[in-house]
Nanobody
Framework: QVQLVESGGGLVQAGGSLRLSCAAS????????MAWFRQVPGKEREFVAS????????YYADSVKGRFTISRDNAKNSVYLQMNRLKSEDTAAYYC?????????????????????WGQGTQVTVSS
C-alpha cells in the first residue's frame, strides 16, 4: 500500500503560478511511476502529467503542455507539479497518483487505471 499526501494548492490569479507537492510513503519510491490528475465537480477525472522512475521521461496532457512541469525527488520521496501561466480552466482538485506496478515505466494514464493509488487531493482555484 502507498500513502500519498498532496499539498500546495490554493487561490491564485490568472497568469500566476503554483507548485504542488506530493509526499509518498509505504514503498520504494524510486521504483514507482507517478502522475497528477485533476477533477472538476461533475466531470471525469483527467490526466495532467506523469513521470517515469528516473524523472527523465515525462508526459503531459495537451491542455497543460508548455505551462506545467512535473518533476520528482527520489531522495525526498516526492513528486511535484509546477504550474505556470495558470488559467481559470485549470481550477480543479488535483490528485497525485502512484503506479502500484514496481519498475513500470509509466506513460499517459487513464483515470480508470486499476494500477493507481490515489491521494486525497488538493484544491487549486484560479481567479480571472
Amino acid at each position: 500500500q502507498v500513502q500519498l499526501v498532496e499539498s500546495g494548492g490554493g487561490l491564485v490569479q490568472a497568469g500566476g503560478s503554483l507548485r504542488l507537492s506530493c509526499a509518498a510513503s509505504g514503498r520504494t519510491f524510486s521504483n514507482t511511476a507517478m502522475a497528477w490528475f485533476r477533477q472538476v465537480p461533475g466531470k471525469e477525472r483527467e490526466f495532467v502529467a506523469s513521470i517515469n522512475l528516473t524523472g527523465l521521461r515525462t508526459y503531459y496532457a495537451d491542455s497543460v503542455k508548455g505551462r506545467f512541469t512535473i518533476s520528482r525527488d527520489n531522495a525526498k520521496n516526492s513528486v511535484y507539479l509546477q504550474m505556470n501561466r495558470l488559467k481559470s480552466e485549470d481550477t480543479a482538485a488535483y490528485y497525485c497518483a502512484a503506479d502500484r506496478r514496481p519498475l513500470y515505466s509509466g506513460g499517459v494514464y487513464s483515470p480508470h487505471d486499476p494500477s493507481l493509488y490515489w491521494g486525497q487531493g488538493t484544491q487549486v482555484t484560479v481567479s480571472s
